[in-house]
Nanobody, 119 residues
């Protein structure tokens, strides 16, 4: 069993920055990919950024150059540094971790954290 706890969301002005954190706990034998998704009201959940166990990253075109995903394997934590925030970044952000626990490898989701960017 794996639990993900997110933190770092909040209200910021356009052009500001936030750093989201997602810490995995429980019985973890291995972690493969770690990712951040977001969902704005009335829209589909979309992939924002993903990082592999080897450190390779990929980003949605709308955030590339502004957001940076990173991971600390000693803490089983994934981060999302968000700079130059825009109102259109407003959404609930969810972390996702592909992990091996007592059960076969599967995806685990965080509880979501609200990010609101004002004009």
């Amino acid at each position: 069993q794996v639990q993900l706890v997110e933190s770092g969301g909040g209200l910021v002005q356009a052009g500001g920055s936030l750093r989201l954190s997602c810490a995995a706990s429980g019985t973890i034998f291995s972690i493969n990919t770690m990712a951040w998704f977001r969902q704005a009201p009335g829209k589909q959940r979309e992939l924002v950024a993903i990082i592999t166990s080897g450190g390779s990253t990929n980003y949605a075109g709308s955030v590339k150059g502004r957001f940076t995903i990173s991971r600390d394997n000693t803490k089983n934590t994934v981060y999302l540094q968000m700079n130059s925030l825009k109102p259109e970044d407003t959404a609930v952000y969810y972390c996702n971790v592909e992990a091996r626990s007592w059960t076969p490898k599967r995806d685990y989701w965080g509880q979501g954290t609200q990010v609101t960017v004002s004009s």
